[in-house]
Each structure stands twice: as C-alpha cells, then as structure tokens.
C-alpha cells in the first residue's frame, strides 16, 4: 500500500470514528478529503502512471491527518484503520477486533475446556504427591501436569485479555507490540507450573487444615496471571543470597586489612626503637669524645639504616 493510500485510509478511519463517537469534524477536513478521494481510490487497483495532483493529495491529506489526529485523541489512527479492516475481512469478529484477542480468546477457553476434561481423570484427585515430580510417574504425572498447565494457562490468557482490553477500548493497541503479549504468555505459564510444582504448599500451612486438592491449582493460576510478580521475588531472592557472600568477602577483606596494618604498625616501632638506641650510642660517644671519623662513620650507619626501613 503506497503513502497516500495509507494516509487516506487512515484519515477514512478517524472519520468514521469521530463520527460515530458524536465528535465535531471542520467541513474543510471533509471537503479535502473529498477532493483527493476520487484520486487516490482510482490509482489503487490501477497500473497507470499516477495524477501529477496526487502528491498535491498527499500534502493536503497530511494536514488533514494531524488534524483528525488531534480529534480524535487518545485513538490512534493506525488502530482505527485496522479496526476498520479486520471488521471487513473476517467472519470471527465477536472473539474480538485484532487478531491477538482472538487468538487469546481461543487458548482461554481451550484451556478452560482442558481443565475441566482433565480434572474429570482419575488420575487428578487433588493428592499432593500426584503433582510432584519425583512422587509420581507415567501416565499420572503426565496428565496432572497438564492440569497444573491449563490453569496456569487461563490466568495468564486471563491477564493477557484484561490488559489488552483496556487499548482496545481506547483505540490505542499496536500490533508491533503483539508479540510481547505471546512472550508474558509464556512466562506466565513457565510461572504458574513452576510454583504449583516445587512450592510445598501443604508444609507451609496448619497440619488440620485442608484445601480440597484446590491449592496447587490456585497457585498456579495465580502464577500465570502475576507472572511479573514471580520474577521479582525471584530476583530479590538471587540479590539476597548474592549479598550474603558478598558480606562474607567483604568482612574477609576488611579483617586483612587490618592485620596487614598492626603488622605495619609494629614494624614502624620497632624501627623507631632501634634508631632509638643508635641516637643513644653516638650520644654517648660524643659524650666520650670520641674520634671525629668514628662519630661520622655511625651518622652514616644511621642514615643508612634510616634509608633502608624507608624502602621497605
């Protein structure tokens, strides 16, 4: 589809829109719209060399574009296009307008219609140890994990449905981001299984009380609609056991520091305690008079010494 196709169509749409909300439209938006409807519909089908007034069209359509824009605000007028144009092209309308509602419409209730069949097996009997994956086997396990999935996969759908509900209803979804919502979809199943799977929920509540074999389910279904909040906890989780060692090296280091620095610290009394006691010696000396070469030859020995704990 050229440029002023899809700024027409688009203008055509937020018409429409507008229209039906009870919107105000200036007569000069439908009059230019009128004028370059009959150009740019006739090129669209067309192999022949485009009017030379379409790009006249097409500046004209442009404004009228920002216009209509600012009218029907927050809508978007690419969504208000493909709204129009998947009302024309499908039959499957009533499971929603894009085809992302639709096709998470269909995995709702597939998954509700797998829960319910699979919780009509024998196998599913709300036993704790049916659910765990080294208490079960076979068939069993099998079917119970695909009872866990279907409930994580209805709240996942679930969340998936009433967030995009809210931006169908604005007239603000963009299918760029469609695949966003098959990825939290994912994660909202990988969630929900993975807590109603390894979570031991019997061992955390009273011993007397009992859930009726509808706690794992829950988690799980509760898994997949929050799946964000599972992947914080986890996260905090990992922070936590990585400060702890952390803490541990830390503490490590700060404990050879100090060592290092008594080390040092005696060291430095122990040389000042030698020059000391050379300062003493060539006192007394002095004090003896003693030969002028021999009181030079012990300065040296001092500021040898001296330059000598200085290297170390």
């Known amino acids: 589809m050229s440029l002023d196709q899809i700024i027409f169509t688009e203008c055509n749409a937020m018409v429409k829109y507008a229209l039906g909300k009870g919107l105000k439209i200036p007569n000069e938006i439908v009059e230019n719209i009128q004028k370059c409807e009959h150009g740019i519909v006739a090129t669209v089908d067309s192999t022949e060399q485009k009017d030379p007034n379409i790009s006249e069209c097409i500046v004209l359509l442009n404004q009228v574009h920002s216009q209509?824009?600012?009218?029907?605000?927050?809508?978007?007028?690419?969504?208000?296009?493909?709204?129009?144009?998947?009302?024309?092209?499908?039959?499957?309308?009533?499971?929603?307008?894009?085809p992302l509602v639709r096709r998470m419409m269909l995995i709702a209730i597939f998954s509700l219609i797998a829960l319910v069949g699979l919780s009509s097996s024998t196998y599913v009997n709300g036993d704790p140890s049916s659910f765990g994956l080294t208490t079960n086997s076979g068939?069993?396990?099998?079917?119970?994990?695909?009872?866990?999935?279907?409930?994580?996969?209805?709240?996942?759908?679930?969340?998936?449905l009433f967030q995009v509900n809210d931006y169908i209803k604005n007239a603000t979804y963009d299918s760029?981001?469609?695949?966003?919502?098959?990825?939290?979809?994912v994660l909202g199943l990988l969630a929900g299984t993975m807590l109603a799977t390894l979570i031991p929920i019997e061992s955390l509540?009273?011993?007397?009380?009992?859930?009726?074999?509808?706690?794992?389910?829950?988690?799980?279904?509760?898994?997949?609609?929050?799946?964000?909040?599972?992947?914080?906890?986890l996260t905090r989780l990992t922070t936590a056991i990585e400060s702890v060692f952390?803490?541990?090296?830390?503490?490590?280091?700060?404990?050879?520091?100090?060592?290092?620095?008594?080390?040092?610290?005696?060291?430095?009394?122990?040389?000042?305690?030698?020059?000391?006691?050379?300062?003493?010696?060539?006192q007394s000396s002095m004090n003896a008079g003693s030969d002028s070469k021999a009181l030079i030859d012990e300065l040296n020995q001092i500021q040898n010494s001296l330059l000598d704990n200085d290297g170390k």
């Open 205 to 233: 509540g009273d011993a007397n009380s009992t859930t009726n074999g509808f706690g794992r389910p829950l988690l799980s279904l509760v898994g997949g609609f929050s799946a964000s909040v599972v992947f914080r906890v």
């Open 68 to 98: 209509l824009s600012k009218i029907v605000a927050p809508a978007k007028p690419k969504t208000l296009a493909l709204f129009e144009k998947e009302e024309k092209d499908t039959f499957v309308k009533f499971l929603g307008p894009v």
């Open 176 to 185: 760029m981001y469609e695949s966003t919502y098959w990825v939290r979809f």
């Open 246 to 282: 952390q803490g541990d090296v830390k503490e490590v280091l700060a404990s050879q520091e100090i060592t290092n620095n008594m080390k040092l610290e005696q060291q430095n009394i122990q040389n000042k305690l030698q020059l000391l006691n050379q300062l003493k010696t060539l």
């Open 139 to 160: 068939t069993s396990l099998l079917v119970n994990q695909l009872f866990l999935m279907s409930a994580a996969s209805i709240g996942t759908s679930f969340a998936a």
